[in-house]
């Protein structure tokens, strides 16, 4: 089945620094999602991605479609200790197939 | 205002008695998903609808079913819950090939 591989698992920055995480699958994705979930509840969308190579932003969040198709990456700048919570990379293989397969998620903290 | 609704958002049972959570959504989506999340780890899906076309994962157990009565609301019933199924379960809705949006999310407590 597809897999996504997200990393790093884990990271601990100071307050100001950027911040990088990036998705990789074994198979092509038409669609790439980047989600934030705080303690206790269901995931936000953060940004969407639907064209290789293309590049979105949402304020200081930037996210983009790698050309092969096969990986994702979310750039943070300038973080803020409410950018605390899990960040998950989810993808689409797209045609019939609907499933929506998560990434393990990447737990940031922010130290004030 | 909530486009997806999980009612309700916490949820005790007993060991061996079923149980059913709700998902409604205002979005018109075709596409319902259920996953299953536990602590520290990735949403892991249980099942999805294209419409009332029902997509059941190979690993899902038995125990669980899903219901899809009309386009906004979508069921899982859980018919003899362990304690291993203590979890949270997310629902979440999208159209063919866009962004899916989750509901708050149910904790599901078995004792």
């Known amino acids: 089945g597809q897999q996504l591989n997200q990393s790093p698992q884990s990271m601990f920055i100071q307050e100001g620094e950027d911040v990088s995480m990036n998705c990789t699958s074994s198979?092509?994705?038409?669609?790439w999602l980047w989600y934030k979930q705080d303690p206790g509840e269901g995931p936000v969308l953060l940004i969407a991605?639907?064209?290789?190579?293309e590049l979105t932003s949402n304020g200081r969040l930037t996210a983009q479609f790698g050309i092969t198709r096969k990986d994702s990456f979310l750039n943070i700048s300038a973080s803020i200790p409410s950018d605390v919570g899990i960040y998950f990379c989810?993808?689409?293989?797209?045609?019939?197939?609907?499933?929506?397969?998560f990434g393990k998620g990447t737990l940031l903290t922010v130290n004030p | 205002d909530a486009m997806v609704i999980q009612n309700p958002r916490y949820q005790v049972t007993q060991f061996g008695k079923p149980v059913t959570l709700s998902c409604s959504q205002t979005l018109n989506h075709n596409v319902m998903y259920w996953y299953q999340q536990k602590s520290s780890q990735a949403p892991k899906l249980l099942f999805h609808?294209?419409?009332?076309?029902?997509?059941n994962e190979a690993d899902t157990p038995d125990n669980f079913q899903s219901r899809r009565p009309n386009t906004s609301f979508c069921f899982l019933d859980i018919r003899s819950p362990g304690l291993g199924d203590a979890a949270m379960y997310l629902c979440a809705t999208s159209t063919v090939n866009t962004e899916a949006f989750f509901g708050q999310g149910t904790r599901l407590t078995v004792v």
């Open positions: 198979s092509i994705f038409n669609t």
């Open positions: 989810a993808g689409r293989s797209g045609g019939s197939n609907y499933k929506l397969t």
């Open positions: 991605l639907y064209k290789a190579g």
């Open positions: 609808y294209y419409d009332k076309d029902f997509n």
